[in-house]
């Protein structure tokens, strides 16, 4: 890694570290989806950490995707409350950038960077989560606009983004996979509805979202009028590439290292040895995957690769640590007992949200044998 890369991931295990140590969170597994603080991304926006990949004129800081994974990492790695700018960050600046005009670059990129626009994704719906090419939700033409109607769901902190990303089909073709056409929603617009759905953890960040003719400017279209399905593959290389599929239960594994150390157990140290040399390999895939979005690329396979793995490393951590901590697992207990809990509870969708594990493998075998 360069000096100036080096330089960038002390900077955010600082600031990371200041925040923690002034009380101002937690430490916490999954704090990519749950942990939402507006002003931690505030803080990150304020210093050129969001959008940091987009150009300069875009609110960007034109660096490399390995810079970007440095910052996710650290951020990771510090169970830091990330969730507000994640998706904006992750993957609906990178889509608008791809395939946006550019005055729709100019109307969201800096204002996604400075932390003033947050994103939630509406692309499941009840009958359309895995069969994405299913959903059902309309749009139609008004004048220079559209008017959307339909129903999405599980679609995580739709209560707080300022808007939505929405896949709709604009067109009934034979064939499913055309016709479909991304969205820019403001979600104050007339006719948005959010109800929220209380996940197992008992915490509030699924909703239900309606969408009952609500109008969108034309100029909000992303990319090409019914090539919705192309765009949006190459956007879930994004949504499925990065570390947060490999280090969502991160504190966990370090809250065992250290009680290991700790207590001076071998047998401990040894399992937690094991967990760190399959991280070893995660992230080198990760590194691959920026490398190649530094290309231009959006590496499909790779990321499904990626996730299928990295979901399953997630999933050892937390098993491991079932074996190893002695006392039960207890939201309001010590440190390992709080994150275990959290681990736990948060586990189930790992392998789901962003695409089931089957779904991942069925993409890694069509695309080896290039179908
Ligand atoms: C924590 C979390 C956060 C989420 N956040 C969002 C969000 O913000 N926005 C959003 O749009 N969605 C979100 N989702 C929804 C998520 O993307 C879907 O749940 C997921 O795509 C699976 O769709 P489904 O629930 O309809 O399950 P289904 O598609 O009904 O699948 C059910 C089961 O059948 C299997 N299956 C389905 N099709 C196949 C196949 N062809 N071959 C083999 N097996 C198959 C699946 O692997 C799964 O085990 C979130 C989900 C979770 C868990």
Partial sequence: MTAELE????????????WRAAGRYRPACDAWLRGHDPQFSAELARRGWIGITWPRELGGAARSHTARLVITEELLRAGA???????????IGPAILRYGTPELQREFLPRIAAGEVTFCLGMSEPEAGSDLAAVRTRAVRDGDGWRISGRKIWTSHAHRATHAYVLARTEQTERRHQGLTEFVVDMRAEGVS???IVDLAGEHHFNEVVFDDVYVPGRWVIGTVGDGWRQV???LAY???????VLSTYPLLAALLRDGRRRRDEGALAAVGRLVARLAALRRMCWDIAHAMDRGQAPVRQAAALKYLGTEFERDVTETARDLVAAPPDLHGDELQRLLAQAILAGPGFTIRGGSSEVLLSIVAKEEVGR
């Fill in 7 to 18: 330089r960038l991931r002390r900077q955010v295990r600082e600031l990371a570290e200041e």
């Fill in 81 to 91: 409350p990330v969730a507000a700018h994640w998706i904006a960050d992750r993957q």
């Fill in 194 to 196: 959010v109800s929220p």
């Fill in 233 to 235: 593959t190459s956007q």
């Fill in 239 to 245: 949504e499925r590439g990065g570390p947060e599929r």
